[in-house]
């Protein structure tokens, strides 16, 4: 079992930049791939970035590839996800996911557990 809880959401300017940290429960989180999700508001829920889970394998969204980074510190139990250049499209409520898998990708069903979520919103 495995609990998550994101942190870091708020309100950002357009170009702007945040990161999103995700503690996870436990002492297993480095057997866990690791991945980021994100609901629009009024949209369904999409893929953004996906991390193995030694860190050495990542993965992106095309609309976010250049802009966000996905990262992991095992030591700690948390994933991150670095955005830059924050543009009005990437708000949205975000997730995290773990899956008990070496990567997941971006499968959403390979991943069994997930977070509450955090809201970001970007003004224009």
């Known amino acids: 079992q495995v609990q998550l809880v994101e942190s870091g959401g708020g309100l950002v300017q357009a170009g702007g930049s945040l990161r999103l940290s995700c503690a996870a429960s436990?002492?297993?989180?480095?057997?866990?791939?690791m991945g980021w999700f994100r609901q629009p508001p009024g949209k369904e829920r999409e893929f953004v970035a996906a991390?193995?889970?030694?860190?050495?394998?990542?993965y992106y969204a095309d609309s976010v590839k250049g802009r966000f980074t996905i990262s992991r510190d095992n030591a700690k139990n948390t994933v991150y996800l670095q955005m830059s250049s924050l543009k009005p499209e990437d708000a949205a409520v975000y997730y995290c996911?773990?899956?008990?898998?070496?990567?997941?990708?971006?499968?959403?069903?390979?991943?069994?557990?997930w977070g509450q979520g955090t809201q970001v919103t970007v003004s224009s």
């Open positions: 436990g002492r297993t989180f480095s057997t866990y791939a």
């Open positions: 996911a773990a899956a008990p898998a070496y990567y997941a990708g971006s499968y959403s069903d390979a991943y069994d557990y």
């Open positions: 991390i193995s889970r030694s860190g050495g394998r990542t």
